[in-house]
C-alpha cells in the first residue's frame, strides 16, 4: 500500500509537469501564464484522471467480488455504455445538457444496464454467461448512442462528442471536477465501507448472512454506488475501457486473492494506470489529440483476452 501511494504521488507530480517543454520557459519569464496553465488546466485534468481511475478500479473489484467473476467490469458489464447512453440521451435528445442534466442521466443510464445485467445474467452466472450478458448490453447501449446522435437536432452532434465518447479530459475546467468529486466520492465511500462483507461473500451467500450481512441490501447499495461513481465520471470525461478489469486484477494478487482488501489497492492502482495514460496521449503527434480511452483499450484489449484464454486453459486442465 505504501508504494502505490508513491506512485499515485509520483505519477500525479509528473501529468502537472508534463509535457515539460511547455512550461519551462515560463519558470522564469511568465509565472503568472505558469500559474494559469498549472491550475486551470493540469490540475483538473489531474483530478478527474485521479477520481475517474479510482472509480473505475474500485468499482471493478467490488462488481467482481459481487459476482465471483473475474470478468466483471464497469466497460464490459455495460455500465459505462448505459452511462453514455444517458448522457447522450440527456443532453442531444431530451436538451438537458446544462447543470447537472448530463450527470444525472449517465448515472440512470449506468443503474439500469446494471439492472439489466443483474436480470439477464443473474446473481450466480458463470463467466460466459455473464459476458456475453455485458456484450449485448454493451452493443445494445453503442447502437442506441449512436442512433440518439444521429437523430440530434445538431447535424455535428457525432463531433461534438467524439472525444468525449473516446474519453478525455482536455478543456475540463475546475468546477467540472468538483462536480465529479462531490458525487463520486461519497459513492467510493460507501463501497470501501463493504469490504468485510465481501470477503466474507466469498465463503457464499448463507455463510454471509450468518456473520450478519444483508446480501440482498449489499448487493443493491454496490449496484447502486458504482452506477453512482461511474455516472458522474462519464458523464464529464466520457467512456473509458478496461482500468476497471486490469487494475482488480493486479490488486486482488497483491492481497492473497482477498476480493474485501483489494478494494483500495484496486483504487490506487486504477487511478495509477489512468493518469499514466493521461499522460503518455499528450507525446501524440504535434496537433493530434488523442482519447485516453483508445490507449487504454489498446492496452485492456490483449489483456482481457488472455484473461479469458486463462480460464478456459483452467477449466480444461479441470
Not at 448472512?209 to 449489499?218: A, K, W
Not at 486504477?270 to 489498446?298: H, S
Request: hydrophobic share 60%.
Amino acid at each position: 500500500m505504501p508504494l502505490l501511494i508513491l506512485g499515485l504521488l509520483a505519477v500525479g507530480l509528473v501529468s502537472l509537469a508534463v509535457p515539460v517543454d511547455s512550461l519551462w520557459p515560463l519558470w522564469s519569464d511568465q509565472r503568472d501564464l505558469l500559474g494559469v496553465i498549472l491550475w486551470e488546466l493540469r490540475l483538473p485534468r489531474l483530478i478527474l484522471a485521479l477520481i475517474f481511475g479510482a472509480s473505475l478500479g474500485l468499482t471493478g473489484a467490488a462488481i467482481q467480488a459481487l459476482f465471483a467473476n473475474p470478468l466483471a467490469s464497469p466497460d464490459i458489464n455495460g455500465a459505462s455504455g448505459g452511462a453514455a447512453l444517458g448522457a447522450v440521451v440527456t443532453g442531444y435528445t431530451l436538451g438537458l445538457g446544462e447543470g447537472y442534466g448530463l450527470t444525472i442521466g449517465a448515472i440512470i443510464g449506468a443503474l439500469l444496464a446494471l439492472a439489466v445485467l443483474l436480470g439477464l445474467a443473474g446473481r450466480k452466472a458463470d463467466s460466459i454467461s455473464f459476458l456475453l450478458a455485458g456484450v449485448a448490453i454493451t452493443a445494445a447501449t453503442g447502437a442506441a448512442t449512436a442512433l440518439a446522435l444521429a437523430l440530434a437536432p445538431s447535424p455535428f452532434a457525432f463531433y461534438d462528442v467524439y472525444d468525449w465518447m473516446m474519453g478525455s479530459f482536455v478543456d475540463r475546467d475546475l468546477g467540472q471536477a468538483a462536480l465529479v468529486a462531490v458525487i463520486a466520492l461519497p459513492a467510493l465511500w460507501i463501497i470501501a465501507r463493504e469490504a468485510k462483507a465481501l470477503d466474507h461473500l466469498v465463503l457464499g451467500e448463507v455463510v454471509a448472512q450468518s456473520m450478519g450481512h444483508d446480501v440482498p441490501r449489499l448487493r443493491l447499495r454496490i449496484i447502486i454506488a458504482s452506477a453512482i461513481a461511474i455516472g458522474a465520471c462519464v458523464s464529464i470525461c466520457g467512456a473509458v475501457g478496461f482500468i476497471g478489469l486490469v487494475a482488480p486484477f493486479l490488486a486482488r494478487a497483491l492481497t492473497r486473492q482477498h476480493p474485501g482488501r483489494a478494494l483500495v489497492p484496486a483504487a490506487l492502482i486504477g487511478a495509477i494506470l489512468l493518469t499514466t495514460a493521461d499522460v503518455l496521449v499528450r507525446f501524440a503527434p504535434q496537433g493530434r489529440n488523442l482519447p485516453v480511452g483508445v490507449l487504454t483499450a489498446l492496452i485492456g484489449v490483449p489483456f482481457f483476452l488472455w484473461l479469458v484464454a486463462g480460464r478456459r486453459w483452467q477449466r480444461g486442465l479441470g
